[in-house]
């Protein structure tokens, strides 16, 4: 007899959402695993040092299919877990993770150039983002 395993994917999952408790480690979630192979990287790298001061990384949205957002390209990512945006926000730029919109302290994406000079300013919210005007 021949038993097959394989990684299932919850259904819902294949647009992007996310069930509770999805991690940046989770790479079989679509969310996740269509992340820029960069910015997955960075986060996981940020996290496992988070996890040494006690946070955790939630994925409450990373990858997601419909709409205008830098969520779309697998650029961004909406975290959550008990202080983990706090951490983030305080060790990100050291790699290269960095607070976008003032408005959406939870969202996060890839700058390299933040490991040698710091985040660059944020935007109020996503109506000033350049990249988002058609
Ligand atoms: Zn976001």
């Known amino acids: 007899m021949t038993v097959v395993t394989g990684t299932v994917v919850a259904s819902g999952t294949a647009d ?3 069930t509770d408790g999805t991690t940046v480690f989770d790479e079989d979630v679509p969310a996740v695993g269509k992340l820029d192979p960069g910015l997955g990287d960075a986060l996981r790298k ?11 990384f939630r994925v409450n949205s990373g990858w997601r299919s419909p709409e205008t957002s830098e ?4 650029d961004a990512v909406d975290l959550g877990g008990s202080g983990a945006a706090e951490w983030l926000s305080e060790h990100g730029a050291r790699y290269g993770l960095c607070q976008i919109y003032a408005n ?12 040698d000079r710091g985040c660059p300013a944020e935007y109020a919210d996503p109506t000033e983002d350049p990249r988002l005007q058609k």
């Open 16 to 18: 992007g959402d996310v």
């Open 46 to 56: 940020a996290a496992g040092d988070a996890a040494g001061d006690g946070v955790e």
């Open 71 to 74: 969520h779309v390209s697998g």
């Open 104 to 115: 959406e302290p939870w969202h996060f994406e890839l700058r390299p150039a933040a490991v």
